[in-house]
């Protein structure tokens, strides 16, 4: 793009997992952190050629690389982890990568959009609280 002269955007996909730990996965996580950050390298360097670099970060989506986990007791316990109780559908991915492909995005490079069901928003996801409302945020009387 650069010898060519040819403005635009990348596109990178990275995983939730690029910004979140999890036990046993070390090359899997450290991979896709560094991932995000060669995004906001690339984006700092290449800003000047006109070409935008951004991440979609899925979370759990059925691939073959996971598809066993997702029907084990294990994986049954982290869909419930995930707000929305369920697993990506590949076609949810269509709105983050139209949104970087087109001009709509022409303000947007380096960023991160994460496609997770919510995951990445739940900071406490193994916490069990009793009372959940009396934790929440908007407290109803």
Same mark, same amino acid.
Do not use: W
């Given at each position: 793009?650069v ?9 990178n ?22 991932l995000?950050h ?18 979609i ?23 419930e982890?995930?707000p929305?109780?369920?697993?990506g ?12 492909? *087109? ?7 380096? *960023?991160?959009i994460?496609?997770?069901?919510g995951?990445?928003?739940d900071? !406490?996801?193994h916490?069990? !609280?009793?009372?959940?409302k009396s934790?929440?945020? !908007?407290?109803?009387?």
């Open positions: 793009m010898e060519k002269k040819i403005a635009g955007s990348i596109i996909i990275g995983s939730i997992a690029g910004s979140q730990s999890k036990k046993y996965a070390l090359p899997f996580c450290v991979s896709k952190a560094g995000h060669l995004t906001k390298i690339m984006a700092h360097e290449l800003v000047q050629y006109g070409i935008r670099v951004n991440t970060s899925p979370g759990l989506f059925p691939t073959e690389l996971v598809s066993d986990y997702i029907e084990s007791e294990a994986g049954k316990s982290f869909i982890q995930i929305l109780k369920r697993p559908k590949y076609k949810e991915l269509t709105g983050a990568l139209l949104l970087l492909a *087109s001009d709509a995005s022409s303000y947007t490079t380096g *960023s991160t994460e496609v997770d069901g995951f990445a928003i900071i !406490f996801l916490e069990d !609280f009793e009372d959940k934790h929440s945020f !908007f407290k109803t009387k």
